[in-house]
């Protein structure tokens, strides 16, 4: 199964928030600039790449010296804070490389309407054919179905579901969904040190389902929203691949097709 990832010619990469700072809080550049290194590496190689990336609220929180929100609106105003903070790490990530980032900032309702979908699907086929790297997020500012808790919109209400959404519907091969775990386990590590990973996935049952964590302490998901990520790319007849961002080299080896995290594909 792995052979097909070789092959993939337009790959759907989501960052987590929880991969842009350090475990004391600090912003890990290196990481960063590891992860762009990786990806301009596979868009010179000749793939497509698209990249779904959390981060704004957090790092809006880590320039304004506070703590994340529980507020609405101040979720929406971090988000405002962070998110030029988050192209700067993209833009001048990918410039190293003599490739171009652009912005692209969704709402729910892009791909709910019609009209508005087209013109998304022409702006971003628009900016592969350019060879240009989109950067995907939710425009926080103006958007509040993912950052309440209460009220879940029905297309999107996380980076993960949205990242499935760009996969499937603009017809990429592969989603890869990066977080600060190795990928699904078959229990809580915290609970039992004795759990081991699952390599692959191919149908989400309940018992696949039971086996979600808490989610992450920056981000807004968790590991049940890559699992239902992962059933959108596998429902679309494409491949999704959880992994840990944190390790050096990651994107380079899924792509390689190394078994690395866990990856959910439908048997053929």
Request: charged share 20%.
């Amino acid at each position: 199964m792995r052979e097909r990832i070789r092959n993939a010619a337009r790959v759907v990469v989501k960052l987590g928030s929880n991969l842009f700072f350090n475990g004391e809080g600090t912003l890990a550049l290196d990481r960063i600039a590891a992860l762009i290194e990786d990806l301009a590496a596979a868009r010179e190689a000749g793939r497509q790449i698209l990249v779904v990336s959390s981060g704004a609220v957090a790092l809006g929180a880590n320039a304004l010296h506070e703590r994340q929100p529980d507020v609405l609106v101040k979720k929406q105003a971090f988000a405002a804070v962070g998110q030029s903070r988050l192209m700067n790490l993209y833009e001048q990530g990918f410039a190293k490389h003599g490739l171009i980032a652009a912005q692209v900032l969704l709402t729910a309702e892009d791909f709910s309407n019609p009209t508005r979908f087209r013109n998304l699907e022409n702006t971003l086929m628009a900016l592969l054919d350019l060879e240009v790297v989109p950067v995907i997020n939710e425009n926080d500012t103006v958007a509040t179905e993912e950052l309440e808790t209460t009220n879940r919109s029905s297309s999107f209400s996380d980076n993960d579901q949205l990242s499935a959404l760009v996969m499937s519907r603009l017809g990429a091969d592969l989603l890869i969904l990066l977080t600060d775990v190795s990928g699904l386990m078959t229990g809580s590590p915290t609970d039992d040190p004795a759990v081991s990973l699952i390599p692959e996935v191919h149908n989400i049952t309940t018992d696949i389902e039971s086996l979600v964590g808490n989610k992450s302490s920056r981000g807004r998901g968790g590991m049940a929203t890559k699992i239902r990520a992962a059933g959108i790319a596998m429902e679309s007849g494409g491949m999704a691949v959880i992994a840990n961002g944190t390790s050096p080299g990651i994107i380079r080896r899924i792509l390689n097709g190394e078994s690395e995290g866990t990856l959910f594909v439908a048997t053929p």
